[in-house]
């Protein structure tokens, strides 16, 4: 089952770049929360932020706290513990290409030493199933590679590999921006039943998308958190003048 | 330049008379100057044939090279493949007197290729054996954990490596490489290892397969570690962040996210630097110790193919002893082509073909 993550006082810098300003929210348990803001406005640092990804790049810089459930993720544990626990899905779909679609799945596993198979092979049939990848995949997955699926369905198989690790939280940082309509569709039925198991946050550039899929919606401006609502309160009563500019279309 | 200033002085657009507009039923008005130099410059066409014709002959001038070459080789080497056939690469001749066998005896004419092709395999095997770990390491380190600083000069020392003259390895190792693993290491591979039969204790030069070997490993060294670096910088970014994002330490996102998907580019990386090796003459002629020899024992002295064309071609005792040299010439022509050709396609099918597709 997912956690909460409470984000307090969270800095973030690029080099000299101050990209996240004093960010403070409680992203609740088992919903799915939305991001969304004009580009570069520091949505997606902030996600990174959520599993210690931000500071793989080596002039990134982060203060504050943020707690996953129990744990502070910058003092009480290193980042590949944090890692195990909060998935993540790229903007744009990165299956390995030289593994089969299996070991694609299982990569998480295998990659912490785990190798039961009959596990295994639960693990990955529950997985596709979850990712709705599994009946177009069934046949052939330990014939095909990552790579030979279509755009919507590598991101799919990467939201499987994101599960097989079973995380609290998942993280998807514009997961159908790179998809073509049918697959965005399939995308988001997906989150839709994948937010009562999981803690799930998403940015996005799509409006209709963070109204049709999530529960609260956070909206980010110039690396600072604007507004943190209900989505519905966001979409048609917002209390920022800002927010209601963006979301009207009058800028961004 | 006086002249180009002059003739740009006449581009000044002149200023438009009657405010700009044309009466109508006036003549047009004289072509600007630029319009004029434009016209006058004619039709580049003969010259652009002319250029083309001249690139296209320096294209096909490398084809020629290496058809003459080839040509040259096999003329010359006629009267050696008449008489000893496929038998010159694959056989031994038996001394009627020591009833040892014997494989290349100048004075009485018997040649066979067998030592030096030996010698060539051996001397090359140990030297990826040495150079192939390394060079990864040193890839991997320059490419995944090197601080940003020193990433620049670090490769740019390995790619110097590459530079320096095979003879002055070549003197390093007589006077360095050879003592050292004489005096150090050669006594403890006997001592440790001698029951494998690869190190027996009969040379006591110090030269041989395994100096050889050594010297070999270290000029192959930067083109196997700057090749692996190119294909490991081909692999995505987003393939890193893959794998980290599962929660991977930074051995097993080198691991799974960089070496996995580079690894047919490593291969062939791996087999540019098997062609250098056995094409090496001068650094492996210095210190193989050049007796036409098959041993079991990397210890031993041996010889290669390239060391004894450089040693003997000058004072060939005979036409037949130089139509010999000259084969040996050609088989090493022909395997160098086949391996170049080969890496050059692996390495190709990382940098641009297979993991560019997926991000």
């Known amino acids: 089952m997912g956690v909460g993550i409470e984000v307090t006082n969270l800095n973030a810098w690029y080099g000299s770049n101050h990209t996240l300003q004093d960010i403070n929210l409680n992203i609740p348990a088992n919903h799915a929360t939305a991001l969304i803001g004009p580009s570069g406005c520091g949505k997606s640092t902030f996600v990174r932020c959520l599993n210690r990804m931000h500071e793989t790049n080596p002039i990134a810089r982060v203060t504050g706290s943020v707690r996953i459930g129990d744990l502070d993720i910058y003092t009480d544990a290193k980042p590949v513990e944090i890692r195990r626990r909060v998935g993540m899905v790229f903007q744009r779909p990165n299956p390995f290409p030289t593994m089969s679609i299996y070991d694609n799945v299982a990569s998480g596993l295998t990659l912490n030493g785990f190798n039961n198979r009959r596990a295994l092979d639960e693990i990955v049939e529950k997985s596709l199933k979850n990712s709705a990848l599994w009946d177009e995949v069934k046949d052939d997955l330990k014939k095909k590679s990552g790579a030979s699926l279509s755009g919507g369905q590598q991101q799919r198989l990467c939201i499987a590999r994101a599960l097989a690790v079973d995380p609290e939280v998942l993280l998807m940082d514009e997961p159908a921006s790179a998809l073509d309509p049918v697959s965005t569709s399939k995308i988001e039925d997906l989150i839709f039943q994948l937010k009562t198991q999981y803690t799930i946050v998403i940015v996005t550039h799509n409006m209709q998308q963070a109204a049709r899929v999530a529960e609260k919606t956070g909206f980010f401006l110039n690396g600072r958190m604007v507004e943190f609502d209900s989505t519905h309160k966001i979409f048609t009563n917002p209390s920022d003048k800002r927010t209601e500019d963006y979301i009207t279309g009058r800028f961004g | ?359």
Request: with cysteine; hydrophobic share 55%.
């Open chain 2, 1 to 359: 330049m006086p002249e180009i200033r002059i003739s740009q002085a006449q581009f000044q657009p002149e200023p438009p008379k009657n405010g700009g507009e044309r009466p109508a039923g006036t003549a047009a008005p004289e072509p600007s100057a630029i319009r004029k130099f434009l016209l006058s410059r004619g039709n580049s066409a003969v010259a652009d044939r002319g250029f083309h014709l001249l690139m296209v002959l320096c294209a096909l001038s490398i084809f020629g090279i290496v058809a003459l070459i080839a040509t040259e080789l096999m003329l010359s080497s006629q009267m050696a493949w008449d008489k000893f056939g496929f038998d010159f690469f694959f056989k031994a001749f038996i001394d009627p007197d020591t009833r040892l066998p014997m494989y290349w005896d100048p004075v009485n004419g018997h040649f066979s290729a067998l030592p030096f092709i030996y010698g060539t395999l051996v001397s090359s095997f140990l030297a990826l054996l040495l150079a192939v770990p390394l060079a990864i390491g040193v890839a991997v380190f320059l490419t995944e954990m090197c601080p940003q600083a020193l990433r620049g000069p670090l490769a740019f020392l390995t790619e110097l490596l590459a530079a320096i003259p095979s003879v002055i390895y070549g003197l390093w190792a007589v006077f360095v490489l050879v003592p050292l693993l004489r005096e150090y290491v050669n006594p403890g591979l006997i001592k440790g290892l001698g029951w494998t039969g690869l190190f027996s204790d009969d040379n006591p030069t110090g030269l041989g397969f395994l100096s050889a070997g050594v010297i070999l490993a270290i000029m192959i060294l930067p083109i196997i570690s700057s090749l692996t670096r190119e294909v490991m910088s081909a692999v995505p970014h987003s393939q890193r962040e893959a794998v980290l994002a599962l929660g991977a330490t930074r051995w097993e996102m080198i691991r799974m996210g960089v070496l996995r998907n580079a690894r047919i580019g490593i291969v062939g990386a791996v087999i540019l630097g098997l062609g250098r090796a056995l094409g090496e003459t001068m650094a492996v002629t210095m210190v193989i110790g050049n007796s036409p020899e098959i041993h079991h024992s990397v210890l031993a002295n041996g010889s290669s193919m390239a060391a004894v064309i450089a040693n003997e071609f000058a004072e060939a005792s005979g036409d037949l002893h130089r139509s010999a040299l000259i084969e040996i010439a050609l088989a090493l022509f022909i395997v160098t082509i086949l391996v170049n050709a080969l890496a050059r396609v692996l390495v190709w099918a990382v940098t641009r073909g297979a993991p560019a597709r997926v991000n």
